[in-house]
């Protein structure tokens, strides 16, 4: 009996040990991303939209994100905008955004609510380095992740498309569709898929 009860008491005990290291290694992973994506910055002008919240240093480089992202019901799928004031440029870009962000879902038949993705608008590509390398401790040899601990894309204005933004929203949308996220190379064929689809009409049934 007074085996069995010291077997028992060890057990107990490195199983308490095994939660408490667990706990720490989840608490250190937090901070440590955190601490990271405050380094990147919050930025000074943000753009809501029904489905994103849009983060930029400046309002100049959210009407240069607006030139590029050419994507929008009422006009052709070549064509540029351009609009006379950065007001005008921020609701057109509020429009696209959703409109992208809406065509993604129905491309992968991924229709659910979920909370607005945050997508992070750097100035250049050494900025957007720079957030990588303080967030993941390595050289960036990307251009554009996307953070499912902060359910945050980031991306840089120079730098940019349609194609792209759609990508990484696609990530967006299906890390928080599936109930278990998918492998990463699988959510990767995923969100090549919407970069093939995205200006072609999609069949609903």
């Known amino acids: 009996m ?35 994506v405050c380094a990147a910055g919050n930025g000074s002008h943000k753009v809501v939209t029904k489905h994103t919240v849009l983060v930029f240093n400046s309002v100049e480089d959210m009407v240069v994100f607006n030139d590029a992202i050419n994507y929008g019901k009422n006009s052709s799928f070549g064509g540029f905008f351009s609009s006379p ?29 979920m909370r607005k993705v945050r997508v992070r608008l750097f100035s250049n590509s050494d900025q957007l380095h720079q957030a990588f390398k303080k967030i993941f401790k390595r050289k960036c040899v990307v251009r554009g992740w996307y953070l499912f601990e902060f359910n945050t894309v980031f991306l840089n204005v120079d730098d940019v498309h349609e194609g792209m933004l759609a ?3 696609g990530h967006a949308i299906i890390d928080h569709y599936l109930t278990v996220r998918p492998p990463r190379a699988t959510a990767e064929i995923l969100a090549k ?13």
Not at 3 to 20: D, F, M, S
């Open 2 to 36: 007074v085996v069995q009860w010291c077997c028992n008491q060890l057990v107990g005990n490195r199983l308490k040990i095994g939660r408490k290291l667990c706990f720490f290694v989840l608490c250190s992973l937090f901070f440590v991303l955190s601490a990271g």
């Open 85 to 113: 004031s950065a007001q005008d440029a921020e609701k057109e870009l509020i429009r696209k955004v959703d409109l992208l962000f809406e065509k993604v879902q129905l491309i992968l038949d991924m229709r659910k609510k």
């Open 167 to 169: 990508h990484e929203l």
């Open 193 to 205: 898929y919407v970069d093939k689809h995205l200006f072609e009409e999609v069949k609903q049934y």
